[in-house]
Every structure is written in structure tokens, then in C-alpha cells.
């Protein structure tokens, strides 16, 4: 049995916050004495609210000090609980991602953020998280990586990305509307912070940046050119910064992933446990012939701010020797069953309605605000950009989408939004198939294959307008 490692005494400030609604109670005995304008009787109880703080600081510390976790060589214990104590216990067989967050906010105390995650867990939290010192963390992560090692296979290696796959993938894959968020809550803290004046001067300042770089086009139009520019530089620092410095290795029975500069992040993944690989391309990537590889594993890539992309952009070559390094039993074949043409509809008929629907609706809010012509056509011709995408990501979907099977092994080709997949799955991690039939396909034979595989909440993959009978011969 390892000793036993306590959580790291920043997590007090925690535990303050989550006691913080005991402080309504100063408060309002404040309050109604000013009321009554009896600063004698307040001074008299300030007693009370000198014990209710050390009440909340009591609590706080006590909480911490009862968060432990040690292990052995089948099980890691943790215990926590005041007044009800809870013991957990999880077998080591079982974890499937051990991942330590060194926040920036945490360094300078020195703490690291630790989640334990396994496949009975919430799909949206981590089955356990802890605030160790780096030391203890270390300790735990590196006991973990010991298991898997004594049956390393002589074919593992280390995969490093160059800087400029991840400049491509920074590039070609960030997203405006993500940065937005971000900026938006970033003026939201900042009014919390240092004020609302000062929140309020941050927009102000980019309205008139704004109206002063409009250049003949309407000020509100070029405030919406300027925040979706600005989105996406926002996103694509962002993206740089959290994969710099990423490293993969495969060890043994477990994936090491380590990456990021300012936030710098560690992956533990149970080798076994990787539910399916998943090749992706955009439009820009496909046609410029550049692949990335995303994994599917309970607790990777769980949190936003998480690495998900474990190769980024490479070209087919280079890809083809690290997706093989990493995962050399997940070989995509080529397709045996592709889309029928009987069901082109099924590809392109949702985007051609969207192609349609917006110059429709720009020219009827035109007719209906005569004064904002210029800004309804500059909305309506920034809404058909990423229509027209949905459309080519159909097309090329209609293309090259479909089905194929090497053994047990599975490859699902299609799209979803704007990407464009290559799921290559284990027949043992697909949980159900469905093939589906709409009214129209029954009269041409086809269907959608519906494909759900294991994983935290619902993962399913849909290749559409495929010959049903050859779909069913194919899962046989």
C-alpha cells in the first residue's frame, strides 16, 4: 500500500467558496442594524460574526484535510466526507484516463489539477478530480504508467509533430465563433473584476475601431466582419498555444500524450480502451490533401480546453506512418460499399434548401427595412459562405462516403457539418447498428446506417443512402 497523499492546501480556497452562503448571516445582522441605527448593538455581536468565519474557515480546512487517495496494486482509494465519510474505490483495470492539468492560475501555488475518469462516469465530469502538489501527481501518474510497462511491445514509439502541423491545424481548424465565446467572457470577467466601467470601455473601444476601419461598408456590418476576424485570431492563438510543445508515445498498454505552453496538459489513456480513431478532413484539408487524427476514449478530450487532435495536419504520407505508429491494427479500407446513386437526394437536398432559403429571406427583411439594405445584403452574403460548404461537404461526401470491412474491423466514411470523417472502429466497441428508412428510400432500396459505438453519452455515425441489402450482407 502507497502512503497516503493529501490534497493540496489551495483546495481550502475551494471549500471557502462553496461555505461562502454562511456569510449571509453577518450580513444581514449588518444590515438591519443600520437599519436601526444601533452601531453599539452591532459592535456588541461582533462576536458572533468572528465564529461564524471561523466556522466557514473550520469547515473549509476540515474538508480539505479529509480528501485522501492512496492505492495499491489493484485498487487507488479515495476518501473524503466531513460528516459523512466516503470511501471510492476504483481498480486500476478499470481507469481508462488519468490527466493532469497544470492550469496557469495553479502554478504559482504550485498545485496541478488531477481527473481519474473510467467508464461508469458522467459523461460531462471526471469520476474523481483532485488538486495535488506536481510532486504527488507525478508519483500517481508515473505508478500508472509502470503498470502497462512490462509488456512493452517492441513496435512502440514517439510520435513529435512538427510546428508547422500544428500551425496548419491552428490555421485551417480554428473557430470564429469559439474565439467570440471567449472574448465575450473575457469582457464578462473583466466587468466582474475591475468594473463595469472598464468592461464598458473595451466595447466602446471596439465600436469605434470599428466605425473608424469601416471603409464605405456600413459601421454595423464592419463591427461584424471585425468580431468574426477577431474570433477566429483569438481561436487560432488559443489552438497554437494548447498544442505546442505535444508530444505522443505509445507505451505498453497505455497512449502518453503530452502538450501546450501557458496551460500545459498530460494523458494517461488505457491503450485498449480507445473506442475508434477518426481521420478528419475539412473542405480546405481535402482538397489540399492533409489529414488529421481525433480518438474517441472515456475522459480524453472531455473538457473544452482539453488536446483532441492527436496527429495534427499532416499529408497523406507523413500521416499514414504516424496513424500507423500509433494505431498500426486501425488501417481505414478502401470502401466496398459506396453511396447509391438512387440517393443523391439524401446528400444534397438539405443544404440546397439552406442555399435557397437565405437570399429568400434576405430580400424579404430588405423589403421590410428599407434603411438597412446594405447590411441585410452584406448578412445574407456572409450566411451563404458556410452554406455553400454545407453543400461541397455533401457533394464530397456523396463521393467518397460509405462503408467498408477488413475482418473486424469497421471504416465508416461521411460527413457531419462542415467535416468530412473516417471512422475506423473495432466490431467488439460497436454497441448497436440501425439501418434507417425514410419514406422516399424504400422505393429505391437504400438506407442510412446508423452506427453507435462505446463511449461516454451517444456517439453514433450515420453513412446515408447505402444499398440495403448489401448493408445488411456487410454486418452480417
Keep these: 500500500m502507497s502512503p497516503q497523499y493529501r490534497a493540496h492546501p489551495i483546495t481550502i480556497l475551494g471549500n471557502l467558496w462553496r461555505v461562502l452562503y454562511l456569510i449571509i448571516i453577518p450580513v444581514l445582522r449588518g444590515f438591519f442594524a443600520a437599519l436601526g441605527n444601533d452601531l453599539t448593538g452591532w459592535l456588541a455581536g461582533t462576536w458572533a460574526d468572528v465564529l461564524i468565519l471561523l466556522l466557514m474557515v473550520g469547515i473549509a480546512v476540515l474538508r480539505w484535510w479529509r480528501v485522501t487517495c492512496r492505492w495499491n496494486q489493484d485498487t487507488l482509494y479515495i476518501s473524503s466526507g466531513v460528516l459523512l465519510q466516503s470511501d471510492t474505490l476504483i481498480p486500476w ?46 508519483i500517481l501518474l508515473e505508478y500508472s504508467r509502470g503498470r502497462g510497462n512490462d509488456c512493452l511491445p517492441k513496435g512502440a514509439g514517439v510520435y513529435t509533430p512538427r510546428t508547422s502541423s500544428i500551425l496548419a491545424l491552428s490555421l485551417l481548424n480554428s473557430n470564429s465563433l469559439a474565439g467570440i465565446v471567449f472574448i465575450a467572457a473575457f469582457i464578462s470577467q473583466s466587468g466582474r473584476l475591475l468594473g463595469v466601467e472598464f ?36 481561436s487560432f492563438i488559443r489552438t497554437f498555444l494548447q498544442y505546442k510543445n505535444m508530444q505522443v508515445s505509445r507505451e505498453g498498454d497505455n ?49 473544452k ?8 495536419t ?64 452584406f448578412v445574407g452574403s456572409m450566411a451563404m459562405v458556410p452554406c455553400v460548404v454545407f453543400l461541397l461537404a455533401r457533394i464530397f461526401d456523396y ?19 462542415f467535416y468530412l470523417h473516417t471512422v475506423v472502429v473495432n466490431r467488439d466497441k460497436i454497441v448497436q447498428v440501425e439501418l434507417r428508412q425514410g419514406p422516399f428510400q424504400r422505393f429505391g432500396s437504400t438506407c442510412d446506417v446508423v452506427v453507435r459505438t462505446r463511449g461516454e453519452g451517444r456517439i453514433q455515425h450515420r453513412c446515408r443512402a447505402l444499398d440495403l441489402k448489401k448493408a445488411e450482407k456487410l454486418f452480417a
Aim: glycine share 8%; net charge positive.
Design 93 to 138: 483495470r478499470n481507469i481508462v484516463t488519468l490527466s493532469v492539468t497544470h492550469s496557469f492560475y495553479l502554478q504559482p501555488f504550485r498545485a496541478v489539477r488531477m481527473r481519474v475518469d473510467t467508464m461508469g462516469g458522467s459523461r460531462s465530469n471526471a469520476d474523481f478530480t483532485i488538486i495535488l502538489s506536481p510532486k504527488n501527481a507525478r
Design 199 to 234: 468592461s464598458r470601455m473595451l466595447i466602446d473601444t471596439f465600436e469605434e475601431t470599428a466605425r473608424a476601419l469601416a471603409f464605405g461598408i456600413p459601421p454595423a456590418a464592419a463591427a461584424l466582419a471585425y468580431l468574426l476576424l477577431g474570433g477566429w485570431t483569438v
Design 255 to 303: 497512449l502518453h500524450i503530452v502538450g501546450g505552453t501557458v496551460t500545459s496538459r498530460e494523458y494517461l489513456v488505457k491503450y485498449a480502451e480507445v473506442n475508434f480513431i477518426d481521420i478528419r478532413q475539412s473542405l480546405t484539408t481535402k482538397v489540399m490533401g492533409l489529414y488529421s487524427l481525433y480518438i474517441s476514449a472515456v475522459g480524453y478530450g472531455k473538457q
Design 305 to 312: 480546453e482539453d488536446i483532441t487532435c492527436l496527429v495534427p
Design 314 to 377: 499532416e499529408g497523406e504520407t507523413k500521416f499514414r506512418q504516424n496513424r500507423t505508429l500509433l494505431f498500426p491494427a486501425l488501417s481505414p479500407a478502401p470502401r466496398s460499399l459506396p453511396a447509391s446513386m438512387r440517393g443523391v437526394m439524401r446528400f444534397v437536398a438539405q443544404p440546397l434548401c439552406l442555399c435557397l432559403g437565405v437570399p429568400l429571406i434576405t430580400g424579404f427583411l430588405i423589403r421590410l427595412m428599407e434603411g438597412w439594405t446594405a447590411f441585410a445584403l
Design 399 to 417: 463521393r467518397t462516403g460509405g462503408l467498408a470491412r477488413r475482418g473486424d474491423v469497421f471504416t465508416l466514411r461521411y460527413s457531419k457539418g
